[in-house]
């Protein structure tokens, strides 16, 4: 989902099929099992109340339904007139993917992925136990109040070296395959590379239900169970630019299982670009390093970024709320990664990288509470690039940085491509039509879809398009953008053609300027070694 962006990644303990513990004073036994269309969960209390209330209030449970007579579930509350000690509710998955939000549940196959912290009770503690029938699985065995839960055949489960994949007949072969072998690899290259036993055994779960409307989304938990899900019929056979992103997917969840999971992160809130931008480079060192993508596609991926680091910072001295939300913790934090990177190789003569960096980031948060920026930055190169990003002038940021990138042996040149005019036209008649921001676009499988809602006049109703001036905005983005630019030099109207026909004029007042895009050219290579 584009906003501004380019898409496309609590004390419970679960003890599978374990007995019962004691119940004691302020605790809940929770249990969990599947049923049809979703999972029914039963709640046991220590003493009887007429109201609990659940501690995540970011999970959405719309599709949440109490089933025990007398009870109600309003705005993340369970109320009754009378005291109660159990209820139970239904819960089917989520109707859709939300940005940086855990989807209570997701549908796996014939099975489920329930997000454990979603069940726990305010000023409780909870026992959450997953409940197989025959010839189910329960995956992870313990601590599920930390993420994520597996419930559904057991013949689904791979089991590898330390390691287990869940897939389902309906994923295509070559996508399993992508993401299967790309995720045991990563064991043994972050494993290698970054060292420390992993508390739980890393788990991934492949799944081709994801409700949208985003193409693809990944997210990993603290049970070491990361969740990859698909959108749409697309997946056979993918379109070829997705493929670094795909290609690298695994591999950037992956890194979390090291860079997240069983560590503090003291700034994840205020500086999510530091664990994200870890993960997203970390993941294009590895994935370049193991062969699953070259150096080219590694240079596209990190023109990509810095071009919309660019575009998020602008020419402002640096606010770090534009680094805290939406793609630009990506773009940035790769950036970031990349400079520290450069200079580490260029210091040491080849012999440290960014992983170095990282292991030794992580060894001393282990036993020092965590990590944040300011531990990061300690160990940059003395004057390191990174604070011309982050704490020189605005004005001057960007040419510096060109200038000290050069100097790391990078090339760049202005190219703008299809994607570059493609979203400078979108994002520009939606600022000429709306009011207020938070307006994007799609790409869905029938071509852009405008992400408007109510608030965009005559684009308002999340069109999905077929043509702007008589061009394709997803085929033939650069003469749409170039007729588009004409129109608005002479403050005419611009217009659209949706997919069901119908024509919408959209005022543009102001001019269309075109993208500066600064294209990677040619950079030491992200190549490193394996162990």
């Given at each position: 989902m584009n906003k501004r962006r380019?898409?496309?990644?609590?004390?419970?303990?679960?003890?599978?099929?374990?007995?019962?513990?004691?119940?004691?004073?302020q605790a809940a036994i929770i249990e969990a099992r599947t049923a049809p269309g979703g999972v029914i969960v039963t709640w046991r209390l220590?003493?009887?109340?007429?109201?609990?209330?659940?501690?995540?209030?970011?999970?959405?449970r719309d599709l949440w339904t109490v089933t025990t007579p007398g009870l109600t579930?309003?705005?993340?509350a369970v109320e009754g007139v009378e005291p109660f000690r159990n209820f139970e509710i239904r819960i089917v998955p989520d109707a859709a993917e939300v940005e940086r939000v855990y989807m209570g549940l997701s549908k796996a196959g014939a099975g489920h992925v329930l997000y454990g912290p979603a069940l726990k009770l305010k000023g409780m503690d909870a026992t959450l136990t997953a409940r197989p029938v025959a010839s189910e699985v329960a995956v992870p065995t313990t601590e599920a109040e930390k993420g994520y839960v597996y419930l559904g055949p057991e013949q689904a489960l791979l089991r590898r070296d330390g390691a287990a994949v869940v897939t389902s007949p309906s994923t295509p072969p070559a996508l399993t395959a992508l993401l299967r072998d790309g995720f045991f690899a990563a064991q043994k290259f972050y494993g290698a590379r970054l060292g420390h036993d992993l508390p739980n055994e890393p788990t991934l779960i492949i799944s081709t239900d994801s409700p949208g409307p985003t193409g693809f989304r990944g997210d990993v938990t603290d049970t070491g169970l990361i969740s990859l899900r698909f959108h749409g019929d697309i997946w056979a056979s993918p379109p070829p630019d997705v493929a670094v992103p795909l290609g690298t997917f695994v591999w950037h969840e992956s890194l979390h299982l090291w860079n997240g999971h069983g560590v503090e992160l003291k700034d994840g809130d205020t500086a999510p670009w530091l664990h994200e931008g870890g993960a997203e480079y970390g993941a294009l060192v590895a994935a370049v390093s193991s062969g699953v993508i070259d150096e080219d596609q590694a240079r596209a991926s990190l023109t990509q970024r810095l071009n919309g680091c660019r575009k998020a910072l602008g020419d402002a001295d640096y606010d770090p709320r534009r680094l805290r939300s939406g793609a630009s913790i990506y773009h940035c934090g790769v950036v970031v990664q990349w400079i520290a990177d450069l200079e580490a190789r260029r210091a040491s003569g080849g012999a440290r990288d960014i992983l170095d960096l990282w292991k030794a980031l992580l060894d001393a948060a282990r036993v020092g509470g965590g990590y944040g920026v300011t531990d990061f930055r300690a160990l940059l190169q003395p004057d390191s690039a990174v604070?011309?990003?982050?704490?020189?002038?605005g004005a001057t940021r960007w040419a510096s940085l060109d200038a000290r990138l050069t100097a790391l042996g990078v090339a760049l040149e202005d190219r703008p491509e299809a994607d570059d005019y493609r979203m400078a036209v979108l994002f520009h008649l939606n600022d000429e039509n709306c009011a207020g921001?938070?307006?994007?676009?799609?790409?869905?499988?029938?071509?852009?879809?405008?992400?408007?809602?109510?608030?965009?006049?005559?684009l308002s109703g999340d069109p999905l398009l077929a043509a702007i001036e008589g061009h394709d905005p997803l085929g033939d983005a650069t003469a749409m953008f170039h007729a588009v630019q004409a129109r608005c030099a002479e403050s005419l109207p611009v217009r659209y053609r949706t997919q069901d026909g119908k024509v919408i004029e959209a005022a543009c007042k102001a001019p269309l300027v075109t993208p500066e895009v600064q294209a990677v050219t040619a950079a030491p290579p992200l190549a490193t070694r394996a162990a």
């Open positions: 380019w898409g496309a990644w609590s004390a419970l303990a679960l003890a599978c099929a374990a007995p019962a513990p004691v119940l004691a004073q220590a003493e009887p109340t007429t109201r609990v209330v659940f501690l995540a209030d970011s999970v959405i579930l309003k705005d993340g604070g011309v990003l982050l704490d020189g002038a921001g938070g307006t994007g676009f799609y790409r869905v499988e029938e071509g852009i879809k405008l992400d408007t809602g109510d608030k965009c006049g005559p």
